[in-house]
């Protein structure tokens, strides 16, 4: 049933709605004020707020604060038997065009060992509209375009609204008991848990849900989790709609992780050889990269630090899965520890997020611990 920034078209309105005269550089310093279609706004340096007017060319306004968003205007009206007008939400992870700073996912699901999460909504009368908590996931570590699984909370339902699908039984997760719903909207399969009755904040597991859709067999633990996202889906008004606060956090180390003491120096290049592959999304401005690291040689690579130079306008910010420096266009990516050891036919991957000038493009060499890989 959502929309959220769906087209390049739209990737591109995105971008541009968030420069506006209310946001410097996509950052809410204090309250904002977007009403762009696809306006967004970044806070704490880690979530990102999106307007995300998608089925309506009616004015939709939010307010961001340093703590999530409230609706000040919707005047979209929806058909009750069908989709919402608009998605207002906050996001931490990979979502369609956009990633979050500093952000580790997508993650696989075998790798997580925690995802924890807390929300706090504000709710009004007199409007037709679901609170919505999603959960994105995806057999790759997909950073753009649609995820095939989207699992939906409804904290709260008001109005003659019901989840994609139809009720397939009921389920008990995090303590609290649901109907539960299955059906796909045409892009993506969907599971929603229905509250009895509106919760208006909780702290929780993320992956207890994520649990229980793979135990229905809708996913495998090979799936990667890709973004968490939290807001309303409005069909008829909504302004006081706000969620106070938004927290998320997943810890993912791997189902057997071999620590590597940081204080270790790296060892010479691979016998054999390495790979690199540089997966970028790039936008006006700026742009996150995943890179992975490929062992293509005989023996195991205990500390690794992985060379190369950016082009020129482009500038590492965060980063996540591995200390990434840089020197004028000089950039040292090592890692963190835990992720040391790239056992012979194995890889590690990390990514960051840049600032850019001018036509993106990609560095065009790479060397591990000084030895030369090829480019995948």
Same mark, same amino acid.
């Given at each position: ?5 769906? =087209? ?14 209310? /946001? ?58 069908? =989709? ?61 375009? /649609? ?39 045409? =892009? ?42 939290? @807001?309303?889906?409005?069909?008829? @008004? ?44 790039? &936008? ?19 500390? &690794? ?32 520890? &835990? ?36 480019? =995948?």
């Amino acid at each position: 049933m959502k929309r959220p920034i769906r =087209a390049i078209a739209a990737a591109a309105l995105l971008i541009a709605g968030a420069a506006t005269a209310f /946001v410097i550089n996509g950052v809410a310093h204090a309250d904002t004020q977007i009403c762009e279609q696809y306006g967004t706004a970044t806070i704490q340096n880690r979530y990102v707020v999106q307007n995300n007017r998608w089925g309506t060319s009616a004015e939709q306004c939010i307010n961001v604060t340093g703590t999530g968003f409230s609706i000040t205007r919707q005047q979209g009206v929806g058909n009750t038997s069908g =989709a919402p007008v608009s998605y207002p939400s906050i996001f931490v992870g990979c979502h369609y065009t956009k990633c979050s700073p500093g952000t580790n996912l997508p993650v696989q699901v075998s790798a997580i060992s925690n995802a924890t999460s807390a929300i706090d909504y504000s709710y009004v009368s007199g409007a037709t509209y679901n609170a919505s908590y999603d959960i994105w996931l995806d057999p790759s570590p997909k950073r753009d375009g /649609v995820n095939q699984m989207e699992i939906m909370i409804w904290f709260n339902r008001q109005g003659n609204i019901q989840p994609i699908g139809s009720a397939v039984g009921t389920a008990t997760v995090g303590g609290k008991t649901w109907e539960v719903w299955q059906g796909s909207n045409g =892009a993506n399969n969907v599971i929603s848990y229905l509250a009895p009755s509106a919760i208006p904040s909780w702290n929780f597991s993320v992956l207890d849900f994520i649990n229980d859709v793979r135990n229905r067999g809708a996913i495998t633990n090979s799936w990667y989790l890709t973004s968490i996202q939290a @807001g309303f889906e409005p069909w008829n @008004g909504g302004a006081g709609l706000a969620v106070n606060s938004f927290s998320a956090s997943v810890n993912g180390t791997g189902t057997n992780p071999t620590t590597v003491p940081t204080t270790s120096s790296p060892t010479p290049g691979p016998t054999g050889g390495c790979a690199v592959t540089y997966d970028a999304n790039s &936008w006006n401005g700026g742009f996150t990269a995943n890179v992975t690291v490929r062992n293509t040689g005989t023996s195991p690579i205990n500390g &690794w630090d992985l060379g190369f130079a950016l082009p020129a306008g482009q500038q590492v910010g965060n980063s996540w899965n591995a200390t990434v420096t840089q020197n004028g266009q000089t950039v040292s990516a090592k890692n963190i520890g &835990w992720n040391g050891v790239i056992a012979a036919g194995t890889s590690a991957s990390f990514g960051f997020q840049a600032s850019s000038t001018g036509a993106f493009a990609k560095p065009g060499a790479f060397t591990l611990n000084g030895t030369a890989c090829a480019v =995948a």
